[in-house]
């Protein structure tokens, strides 16, 4: 009996021990203000509209082995302006969340517009192996809420050294319904694409990624065109999404 009411109290006294602990994680994992920008888990978006747009990221991949201690975002704006800045999970699993970053200069005209943060407060409690790239970011321009016409800064993720050139993107996207997907690159007040490409079949729910090779695009400005229509219902589909093309990064 004795040995039974010891048994008894050391499993009691533990988890004691380890609730304060894990209510405490808990606590610093939440989606909350981390001084100059808002970071955590946050529940899934609702997403009212027909196709969502996730990412727009430059087509570069810095090699890593592990979760970095801290991740930087660069981006070129063609003109000073509003931004309104978004980090997330691509799939969305561990509700990682990063948005209101506040920065200590004005956003610039230019390529030297960055916003750095650490992995250790959230990032590597969720998955100390997480790849970078399974995050996608969004860096949108005057508008902080989403529309069918988007006007974006392309991004470059990275955690040591940035590229030097971009030479193409990639476009993350999820339909709310089973649906054939149209997606194309036209030029700036231009009527022809100069790329294009059709997804037949894409599930609902599912993101899926687009890559536009830039490489022998001029600087500019682009419009990307997601068209389409739902495969149950016929209903049709439509996303417009306004970037500028910079090809050196300086």
């Not at 990275?158 to 149209?182: C, E, I, M, Q, S």
């Amino acid at each position: 009996m004795r040995s039974f009411l010891q048994r008894f109290f050391l499993i009691l006294i533990t988890c004691l021990q380890a609730f304060p602990l894990l209510t405490w994680a808990d606590t610093q994992l939440k989606y909350q203000d981390r001084g100059t920008y808002h970071e955590g888990i946050k529940p899934k978006p609702v997403s009212g509209y027909d196709i969502e747009l996730i990412s727009v990221l430059a087509d570069y991949r810095e090699p890593t082995t592990s979760l970095p201690e801290s991740l930087t975002i660069q981006f070129y704006l063609p003109e000073t302006t509003e931004v309104h800045l978004t980090v997330r999970e691509i799939d969305y699993r561990k509700f990682y969340w990063l948005d209101q970053v506040r920065s200590s200069a004005s956003w610039a005209k230019g390529f030297g517009n960055t916003f750095s943060w650490s992995t250790e407060t959230v990032l590597q409690s969720l998955d100390r192996n997480m790849d970078i790239y399974d995050l996608g970011v969004l860096t949108r321009l005057g508008q902080p809420t989403p529309a069918s016409i988007e006007y974006i800064a392309p991004a470059i993720l990275y955690h040591t050294v940035p590229p030097t050139t971009v030479k193409g993107y990639w476009f993350t996207l999820k339909p709310n319904g089973r649906a054939l997907v149209n997606c194309a690159v036209y030029p700036k007040e231009s009527d022809t694409a100069i790329w294009s490409r059709t997804f037949r079949r894409k599930p609902a729910g599912q993101p899926f990624s687009v890559e536009w090779d830039a490489s022998h695009a001029q600087e500019g400005s682009y419009m990307f065109l997601v068209t389409g229509y739902f495969l149950d219902s016929n209903q049709p589909i439509q996303q417009t999404v306004h970037f500028y093309h910079r090809p050196t990064v300086k």
